[in-house]
C-alpha cells in the first residue's frame, strides 16, 4: 500500500520565479492538504483540497495556488517566489471525515529560494 | 486568535518516562494530534483525542482535557531513537489544522 508521495524532493529556484510541487496521496484517500514549514517550526496550513476543489486556505498570499486532479493527487503553485519561501512544503493526506479525519504526510519538497 | 503552546525542548533518560505538555486555544476544536516528526522526516502520527480521557497505544498514552484546554503525551520506557520533535495539533473549526511549534525531545543514555 503507498503512502504519500511528493515530488520532486529538493529544489532550487531563484527569486521571482513560479514553482509547482506534486503530490499523490495515500491509496483510498480523497483529501489533500499543504503545509509549509519553515526551519525550527510546526507546519502552516496553506490550503485543503477535496472534490477538486479548495475548501479552506490559511493565511497565505494568492500567489500560492493549487490544483486538485480527479484521481485526487494534487499541485501546489507558488508564483513570484521570494527567500522567505524557502522551507519544507509538506503534502498530507486524509480520507475525508467531516472533520475528524487522520492526516498522512508525505516526505516533503525542500525548496531552497536564492 | 489560535495558539498553540508547548516547551521548546526537553531532555530526558533512556528508559524513563517523560511527559509532553500542550495548551491551545482555538475559535473551533474538532480534535487533538500528536505527531513524531525526526530531522529532515515528515512528521507521523502517533495519537488522537477528541474526548476527554486519556488514550493509551504501547508505549505511548496521549491525554485530552477540552475545559482546560490541555494534552499532554507520555513516553513510557524511553528508547535513544525517541529523539525526535513532537508536534501538538488541534483540528480547529472547518477543516483547517494548527500546529504547535513542536517539543525537541533528546534521549541520553
Known amino acids: 500500500d503507498a503512502g504519500v508521495t511528493q515530488s520532486p524532493t529538493h529544489l532550487i529556484k531563484t527569486r521571482g520565479q513560479q514553482v509547482t510541487l506534486r503530490c499523490s496521496p495515500k491509496?483510498?484517500?480523497?483529501?489533500v492538504s499543504w503545509y509549509q514549514q519553515a526551519l525550527g517550526q510546526g507546519p502552516q496550513f496553506i490550503f485543503q483540497?477535496?472534490?477538486?476543489?479548495?475548501?479552506q486556505r490559511g493565511n497565505f498570499p494568492d500567489r500560492f495556488s493549487g490544483h486538485q486532479f480527479p484521481n485526487y493527487s494534487s499541485e501546489l503553485n507558488v508564483n513570484a517566489l521570494l527567500l522567505g519561501d524557502s522551507a519544507l512544503y509538506l503534502c498530507?493526506?486524509?480520507?475525508?471525515?467531516?472533520?475528524?479525519?487522520?492526516?498522512?504526510f508525505g516526505p516533503g519538497t525542500r525548496l531552497l529560494v536564492l | 486568535g489560535q495558539n498553540i503552546d508547548q516547551p521548546t525542548e526537553m531532555t530526558a533518560t533512556e528508559g524513563a518516562i517523560v511527559q509532553i505538555n500542550c495548551t491551545y486555544q482555538?475559535?473551533?476544536?474538532?480534535?487533538l494530534f500528536w505527531y513524531q516528526q525526526h530531522a529532515g522526516e515528515a512528521p507521523t502520527f502517533l495519537s488522537y483525542?477528541?474526548?476527554?480521557g486519556l488514550e493509551e497505544k504501547g508505549r505511548f498514552s496521549s491525554f485530552l482535557s477540552r475545559s482546560k484546554g490541555y494534552s499532554y503525551l507520555l513516553l513510557k520506557e524511553l528508547q535513544m531513537k525517541d529523539s525526535a520533535s513532537y508536534l501538538c495539533?488541534?483540528?480547529?473549526?472547518?477543516?483547517?489544522?494548527?500546529f504547535g511549534a513542536g517539543t525537541r525531545l533528546f534521549v541520553k543514555a
Open positions: 498530507a493526506s486524509s480520507l475525508d471525515l467531516r472533520g475528524q479525519e487522520t492526516q498522512y
Open positions: 491509496s483510498g484517500h480523497d483529501t
Open positions: 483540497y477535496y472534490e477538486e476543489e479548495e475548501r
Open positions: 482555538t475559535s473551533g476544536f474538532n480534535g
Open positions: 483525542n477528541v474526548l476527554d
Open positions: 495539533a488541534v483540528r480547529a473549526g472547518g477543516f483547517k489544522t494548527i
